[in-house]
């Protein structure tokens, strides 16, 4: 007998998100997400820690211009592991509105380096969260960026707020500039004066340190509207705002509850004003990323 077939995984993306009322900036960019797949075309690393359902380049693209999103940071997801040829195909057809953030291993050569370079990217991204299998010695990262030194890149860290206190010391030899994924990953319910975050919050006094105010969706311990954790993504607006950039984190990856990406850009209102918007979706990114179109 033959085996029987293993049903296609559900999308984790909503599939008919409401429109947001709220308008956003012209050149409104969205600093955080990722393409999967499609996998007949894009496998899937063999060894990564999770395999989602497809989420294309035409989805995304549809959904960013359904949002009012012009411009985009294409994240490679630890589900493509180094394979970055799905990022590198939605950047040849965006043409300078979208940029990259790859997944590179730390020996890494610059060659290889200045590859990804002229597909589009403009960074790299560590992994140090427990569920995508941890990061490699930070020490050993630290002297990676002197090689994105020479390409003007940046490097992208996704870790726990919990972790930044031991990190701190050795991240400040970073040769380049340091972006924090998803506001460290905080937990809402533990209120604005938890460790982690204050940490935070002393690391980003250093002015080579920027945060993306992005997973309100993943803070939250209330769930949707997530208003437990608008209080947070206020406070780095408030404090930080030239060093703030927003992301949807769509397709939305292993979470339980698909939010409703209209709802997502709607809660921007919650913790900005229209001068803080501006910063945060369209001159923060244009500092960051250099967009060309």
């Known amino acids: 007998m033959s085996e029987p077939a293993v049903p296609p995984k559900k999308p984790s993306y909503h599939n008919n998100p409401t429109e947001p009322k709220l ?10 997400f990722h393409v999967f797949g499609p996998k007949a075309k894009f496998p899937f690393d063999a060894k990564a820690p999770y395999q989602p359902a497809d989420a294309p380049k035409d989805v995304l693209v549809d959904r960013h211009m359904f ?3 012009e411009r985009g940071v294409v994240v490679q997801s630890a589900a493509h592991g180094y394979d970055n040829s799905a990022a590198a195909d939605l950047l040849a057809e965006m043409k300078g509105s979208y940029v990259g953030i790859a997944l590179v291993p730390v020996n890494a050569e610059v060659s290889e380096l200045k590859k990804l370079d002229a597909q589009g990217f403009r960074g790299a991204r560590f992994n140090y969260v427990q569920h995508l299998g941890g990061g490699p010695p930070l020490a050993d990262v630290m002297k990676f960026t002197s090689k994105l030194a020479t390409l003007g890149w940046h490097l992208q860290l996704h870790l726990e707020s919990s ?6 010391t050795e991240l400040k030899l970073s040769a380049v500039p ?6 460290g ?28 105010v992005s997973g309100l969706e993943r803070a939250s311990r209330q769930g949707a509207p997530y208003s437990d954790a608008v209080p947070f993504a206020r406070r780095l607006v408030t404090e930080f ?18 939010p409703d990406d209209g709802k997502l850009v709607e809660l921007i209102g919650e913790f900005t004003n229209d001068m803080q918007r501006q910063a945060l979706l369209v001159d923060n990114p244009q500092t960051l990323y250099k967009f060309t179109a």
């Open 23 to 32: 308008k956003l900036p012209e050149g409104a960019c969205d600093a955080h």
């Open 67 to 69: 949002l009012g999103i």
């Open 185 to 212: 990953r905080i937990d809402a319910s533990r209120g604005l004066d938890q460790p982690g975050f204050t940490h935070m919050l002393k690391l980003l006094e250093d002015k080579r340190f920027w945060v993306k």
């Open 178 to 183: 340091i972006v924090i994924d998803h506001m």
């Open 241 to 258: 705002g030239s060093r703030v950039v927003w992301g949807s984190d769509w397709p939305h990856p292993n979470l339980d509850a698909i």
């Open 163 to 168: 972790m930044i206190a031991q990190m701190t």
